[in-house]
């Protein structure tokens, strides 16, 4: 496998899929400089702690768990102010990719508010949640050469990197016919390196 060059920003992509033919795909970009600056003691804590627990191939599982418990142990309000910003600027930059309710595409919208319009559950947010997590302890800790290798692991989870923007991503997913149901059937081109 060749592992993309890091010219650009790396991007994830993750796919849930229910098992019944509904697929949602999570594409996020990794998160602005200043939120590693003000999160740094938390999220360095959360990348050690599992490293140190040798929890690196259940990672993308566990981060989500991993950053609560460490962010408590922190002190009084750190979990609160963490869920505000850090949280909160990871989901701003996530997006869903689903079938398009009006036509035979995809359409892409915000991951904020997709459990509150039945897009995802909460079950499934925490699973992306662990994901973008892991996904942002890598980005921030390893360095640009490394992350490729890092993140090529998170496929057993379901996740692949991507060059492509959000809009692009959604662009090079094949074009649903009336007849296809669910989003199975579609498969993303390759991703230019």
């Known amino acids: 496998m060749q592992l993309p060059k890091i010219d650009k920003k790396l991007n994830i992509v993750h796919v849930i899929d229910d098992g019944a033919g509904n697929v949602v795909r999570v594409h ?17 804590k959360t990348f050690t702690a599992i490293y140190t627990e040798g929890l690196m191939m259940t990672g993308p599982r566990v981060a989500l768990n991993m950053m609560r418990q460490i962010a408590q142990s922190m002190g009084k309000g750190v979990w609160e102010d963490a869920q505000k910003g850090l949280i909160a600027e990871i989901h701003r930059l996530a997006n869903i990719v689903i079938k398009d309710p009006n036509g035979p595409g995809w359409a892409t919208l915000p991951l904020h508010g997709s459990v509150e319009k039945g897009y995802i559950t909460a079950e499934d947010l925490d699973e992306i949640n662990g994901v973008l997590i892991f996904f942002i302890c890598a980005s921030c800790m390893h360095t640009r050469n490394q992350i490729p290798g890092i993140l090529a692991g998170m496929q057993l989870w379901g996740t692949l990197t991507s060059l492509l923007s959000v809009t692009e991503y959604a662009a090079s997913l094949q ?13 993303p081109l390759s991703v230019p390196s």
């Open 28 to 44: 996020a970009q990794p998160i602005s400089r200043w939120a590693p600056e003000h999160y740094i003691l938390l999220i360095s």
């Open 175 to 187: 074009t649903l016919t009336e007849e296809e149901t669910g989003l199975t059937m579609a498969t």
